[in-house]
């Protein structure tokens, strides 16, 4: 394979759906784009597309290679941003805000690279509710927030910030694998089918659409076990002690080794965007900048 550039291209096309579609996105023209696909072809020898088709699809071969081609890119990227992350730009101290559930997986995989390949570099990081965490934002106690949307979970407003997109998080639904009897999809209606454990504070966005629902729909149904520790849910879903909502990004390691089980629930989808805070003109832009291009790219991967 040549080299990265058609690597991206490609993956781009897919993802895309189009030749026209990836072009506009690569700001490149459709002739420059179906070049680099042929080229590509001609390298490796085989077809990677499936031409005629309203949406471009991938050659069983294709398939492989978008696959592979996707890990080339993010590894390529992260390790332009861990080089990056090493040296004079990592030194000062960042005070850093963010919920519990979102540090366990944003913060924790990061955390001993940084501080073993910046030695300048010191973090502090505070676990707290959403409300608490936006006082103290707005004290000046903290030089960034990692929170879902602040407007639509916590109804509020922060001034005299910016703001960038980190990632989507969603709300699942799971229980415990070693339940036969767990089903696959329900209505929200049937959420009383078994004992239900509650994941509290730190989505009250996420609770009140619950909550209003169960209204809406009379349901009473009261919770076997509440917690805002999502270490402590997920440790009694597992043992199958009832279902409850967690956040996905805490859930999907489990999920995916098939510990816990999702189960679908066809009338309530709830997604929301975790966002990057930080105080406009700050002293530390350039540190703050590092920080959030290596846990954007980590997301990325």
């Known amino acids: 394979m040549k080299n990265l550039y058609q690597l991206t291209t490609f993956v781009t096309v897919i993802s895309e759906g189009s030749m026209t579609a990836a072009a506009d996105k690569l ?6 784009v179906s070049q680099q696909i042929r080229n590509l072809e001609e390298d490796l020898g085989v077809e990677l597309l499936v031409r005629g088709v309203r949406q471009i699809k991938a050659t069983p071969q294709g398939e492989v290679l978008y696959e592979y081609a ?13 080089i990056k992350s090493i040296g004079n730009q990592m030194k000062g101290q960042l005070r850093i805000g963010t ?20 030695p300048d570099l010191m973090l502090k990081i505070d676990y707290d509710k959403g409300d608490e965490l936006i006082k103290g934002f707005k004290k000046g106690q ?34 415990s694998s070693k339940d036969e009897k767990m089903p696959q999809q329900i209505s929200f209606k049937d959420i009383g089918s078994f004992s239900l454990v509650n994941f509290t504070d730190e989505f009250p966005g996420f609770n009140n659409l619950v909550n209003g629902k169960m209204q809406a729909l ?8 509440e917690s805002a520790n999502v270490g402590t849910l997920k440790r009694v879903i597992e043992a199958g002690l009832g279902w409850g909502f967690l956040p996905a990004h805490s859930i999907k390691k489990q999920v995916r ?45």
């Open 27 to 32: 700001y490149l023209t459709q002739p420059a």
């Open 70 to 82: 996707k890990k080339i890119i993010n590894l390529t990227q992260q390790a332009e941003i861990a």
């Open 99 to 118: 919920l519990n559930s979102l540090g366990l997986h944003l913060m924790s995989p990061i955390v001993g690279r940084l501080m073993r390949h910046n």
């Open 142 to 175: 903290y030089d960034i927030l990692i929170l879902p949307d602040v407007k639509t979970e916590f109804s509020a407003e922060l001034e005299n910030c910016e703001q960038k997109f980190l990632a989507k998080e969603e709300m699942w639904l799971v229980g």
């Open 218 to 225: 009379g349901l009473h149904i009261s919770s076997i076990f």
């Open 257 to 301: 080794s098939g510990r816990v089980n999702r189960v679908y629930v066809k009338d309530l989808h709830y997604e929301i965007d975790l966002m990057f805070y930080y105080k406009k003109n700050s002293e530390s832009k350039a540190l703050v900048e590092v920080f959030y291009q290596t846990l954007a790219q980590q997301e990325k991967g």
